[in-house]
């Protein structure tokens, strides 16, 4: 039996996130290392296990892979996520990048001062609604499908899905002018690897913290 991938990062979402909402669609069973000291991080730089002295990083088939994107296409790729053709590929990057995008607001809102949070707030539900939600309420309609790529389930549904979530968290109501987005949630919710993700004690983290910050700062070693 193949060793289970093994991520490397905090006890936290911030950028391994999609990468376990991948693996659980994906079925596939994972362990992971939490960074928790300075010292752990500098045994992994010195071991070379970090090729730009970045995390997160995955130990899977053999490979040590770091990049978010590059770690996340893999997973896609090798677990027929990635669409069929070039095309279709070309459109799950596409669309992958747009939530990628809005998910990069929403995660470094809780490091922001007060008077910060509330401009924020208000940027990622005017993104949300005018610039990335009108674009899959319109791809869902266009594709005549539960999904935004072809007829199967890709890395493109499972991201949006993850920010769906995402935004919900700071807007419960953002979805109410998005039916094709409201159907969608709930169709990708019963899908039995995503539903299993979904349910408490899953490797599913929740919104980043006081607690998460500091354990990012002391193992960086930055103030």
Known sequence: MAEKPKLYYFNGRGRMESVRWLLAAAGVEFEEEFLETREQYENLLKDGYLLFQQVPMVEIDGL???????????????????????????????????????????????????????????????????????????????????????????????????AIFMVEEKEPTVLLQFPLLQAFKAKMSEVPTIKKFLQPGSQRKPPPDEKFLATAKRVFNRK
Not at 76 to 99: C, F, P, Q, S, W
Not at 123 to 144: C, H, M, Q, S
Request: proline share 2%.
């Open 64 to 162: 040590r892979l770091v990049q978010t994107r590059a770690i996340l296409s893999y997973i896609a790729a090798k677990h027929n996520l990635y669409g069929k053709t070039l095309k279709e590929r070309a459109l799950i990057d596409m669309y992958v990048e747009g939530t990628t995008d809005l998910m990069g607001l929403i995660r470094v809102h809780f490091k922001l001062e007060p008077e910060e949070k509330e401009k924020n707030l208000c940027l990622i539900i005017e993104r949300a609604t005018k610039r990335y939600f009108p674009v899959y309420e319109k791809v869902l309609k266009d594709n005549g499908q539960h999904f935004l790529v072809g007829n199967q389930l890709t890395w493109a549904d499972v991201q949006l899905i993850e």
